[in-house]
């Protein structure tokens, strides 16, 4: 059985009371009970984990060479800043989706640039929880042409 890594970033625990207006009301959670129930239909195993911490968030990923075959990732404010994550991904070598809840481009500058896209397959932002749920199905999409 295929297996996914669901990684969270920073304040993302904070789902469900974190600025509703623009992050809504559903929790983590929710959200990771979601993808892995929608997993279990494509044949997925997933494990989740969610960190404030740059470092773990990175060790994380480190560990995931061999072990999984896709990570879903939404990197939170480190998506912005952290070159650490992104050479984690590089290092890895394992296929992953960025995933933004809210679509940063129609926010603040600051959130314009994603220093974490570039070493993924690609992005998915705006589209709420869901943007999870699509993530999946880009990664499952990959396999079945074989990229992953
Ligand atoms: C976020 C967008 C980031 O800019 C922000 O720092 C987050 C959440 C999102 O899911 O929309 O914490 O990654």
Redesign the pocket.
Known sequence: MKKILLLNG???ALLGTREPDIYGRVTLDDIVARVKDAAKGKGFEVDAFQSDVEGELAAAIGRARGVYDGIIL?P??Y??TSVALHDAIKASGVPTIEV???N?YAREGY?HESLTAGACVGQICGFGPDGYLLALAALSSLGANRQF
């Open positions: 920073p304040n993302l939404n939170a404010a998506t912005h933004h809840i809210s940063v959130r």
